[in-house]
């Protein structure tokens, strides 16, 4: 599997480390306990197309939304993930 | 059919002509007591456990391959009880007395072998680390001894002690834990199991799930028909997600590969079952004489049953940083399970809010050495509808209630179990 970085071309998956499924979105402080206990706990564990974070941090260190195929490891797309993790990316 | 001495001779002396059918490959029946989804070898054993220990012999075990097609013929061969938590430390020894009991109960040949596995140490902190693992085993009555670097040196005088990064200082042995050959497992359970009437149906993929007015689960849809069932156990490792949302269950889950490897063989070379506790790198040696070993999951959700390159390199690593003589021996094959990785990395045995619907999932990658207590327990509960005492923590709500058995204190993170 070898993914290619927006920003320093195809590289080798080594040099990227996975966050996970990028759908989660961390709820509101006032949101309640079972909206924090579905964001940290529960999971689609989708089996094929899935969007997903990935920091590239053997390259630019940029976050990175990767589309891929948990069937088949296809990738299909790659952008850049303003916002995701602890970086942020001016995209 | 019953192995023995004068069974053996016979197929020996008629040249291995006639050899009967160790199972029944059983046509679905309308309905069941107890249906379980997933042929492998917890479906199996817990199967085995119902109709030998609870008296349940109404029992199908639906498998949408071949029986052991699955994790059940992919993993390495592991057996062992070294937990430290409360929760995994009484089930796994459960499981590890239930390992030494299982040819004589079985009458099957699943070649447990009690070699030993030690954890290598490599620095004081870990050293403490594992002599506190080891008290806990010792104060739950389960067998566990720190060797200091002497000891080691005796009995593994191939490790390489001159690494300057990652010495090894000495190790925590398991005696009692060793390894068992794995399709002879999940075959030794069908074959018992068979014996009691249990139906063994190969080729048969669940669908959906069927459910009366009230929600509860009544049967199950199949590529062989529907096929009516008092109560439907789970036990399909890295498909549980898939299996549970068919029933509207979202699960505190996600599905990671594991890869193995086997070498060429060679001659007798490792006596037991060793780890790098430095690197994660685990290697045994098979009795036909390949190297047996694996490291890290790949560490991103996966069913693709193959893995990467990075962590082949980096299992390699740790095999060649403690036994730099094996860089010639060469790679035989690779493979890569689907591991259902837990939230805590530890397993789910439980009752569903689906009524008629149980889960046993969450296996992580250390299903193996719980197959004959996975099934035990979870016999227990499909039998009784209450958790056995030693698997009454490994509940579905734990996460919710903060009951979470995090054996490697790594929080809510899967690839890192």
């Not at chain 2, 939230?343 to 009524?355: A, E, L, N, R, W």
Request: glycine share 12%; with cysteine.
């Amino acid at each position: 599997m070898r993914i290619v970085c927006p920003f320093c071309g195809e590289r080798e998956l080594g040099e990227f480390t996975y966050l996970g499924d990028a759908k989660p979105v961390r709820p509101a402080a006032d949101a309640g306990e079972d909206a924090v206990f579905d964001y940290v706990y529960l999971r689609d564990n989708i089996a094929g197309v899935m969007n997903e974070n990935w920091y590239h941090g053997g390259g630019c260190r940029a976050w990175l939304k990767v589309t891929r195929n948990t069937l088949t490891h296809e990738i299909s797309a790659v952008e850049p993930a303003p916002g995701a993790g602890a970086a942020k990316v001016d995209a | 059919m019953k192995y023995s001495i004068f069974s053996l001779a016979r197929a020996a002396l008629s040249g291995h002509k006639n050899w009967q059918r160790t199972w029944r490959d059983a046509t679905p029946k309308d309905r069941y007591d107890v249906v379980i989804i997933g042929g492998g070898g917890h479906g199996l054993a817990t199967a085995w456990f119902l109709a030998s220990e609870y008296g349940v012999r109404n029992v199908a075990v639906l498998e949408k391959g071949w029986i052991g097609s699955g994790n059940a013929g992919r993993n390495t061969t592991i057996i062992r009880s070294n937990y430290g938590l409360p929760g995994n430390t009484g089930f796994y020894e459960l499981s590890m007395k239930l390992w030494e009991r299982m040819e004589q109960d079985l009458n099957y040949n699943s070649m447990v072998s009690q070699r030993g596995v030690i954890n290598l140490y490599h620095s004081d902190a870990q050293r403490d680390a594992y002599a506190r693992r080891g008290n806990t085993m010792r104060i739950n009555g389960i067998d566990a001894e720190l060797l200091d670097l002497a000891a080691v040196k005796k009995m593994m005088p191939f490790l390489n002690f001159d690494n300057a990064r990652f010495p090894v200082q000495g190790g925590l042995l398991q005696r009692r834990g060793g390894t068992a050959r794995h399709d002879a497992v999940v075959w030794g359970y069908a074959h018992a199991a068979s014996g009691l009437g249990v139906d063994i149906i190969q080729n048969c993929e669940v669908t959906g799930f069927v459910r009366d007015a009230n929600g509860k689960v009544t049967g199950v849809e199949t590529s062989r028909g529907r096929i009516g069932a008092g109560k439907v156990g789970m036990a399909v490792a890295g498909s549980s997600s898939r299996v549970a949302d068919m029933a509207g269950l979202r699960l505190p889950i996600e599905s990671h590969v594991l890869q193995a490897f086997v070498s060429e063989a060679i001659k007798p070379l490792i006596p037991n079952v060793m780890t790098f506790g430095a690197g994660h790198f685990y290697v045994s040696q098979s009795d036909k004489g390949g190297l047996v070993f694996g490291g890290d999951i790949d560490g991103y959700n996966s069913y693709a049953q193959r893995g990467n390159m990075p962590v082949m390199e980096d299992v390699c690593e740790g095999g060649m940083a403690l036994m730099p003589m094996i860089g010639r021996v060469r790679l035989l094959r690779q493979w890569g399970g689907i591991m259902d990785m837990s939230m805590d990395g530890s397993p789910i045995i439980d009752k569903t809010p689906v009524d008629g619907l149980y889960l046993n999932a969450g296996w992580c990658y250390g299903g193996f050495k719980a197959t004959p207590g996975s099934g035990f327990v979870f016999a227990h509960l499909l039998a009784r509808d209450t958790p056995h005492e030693e698997a009454a923590r490994f509940r579905l709500d734990r996460f919710r209630t903060g009951a979470m058995i995090d054996e490697k204190g790594q929080g809510a993170q899967p690839n890192l179990h």
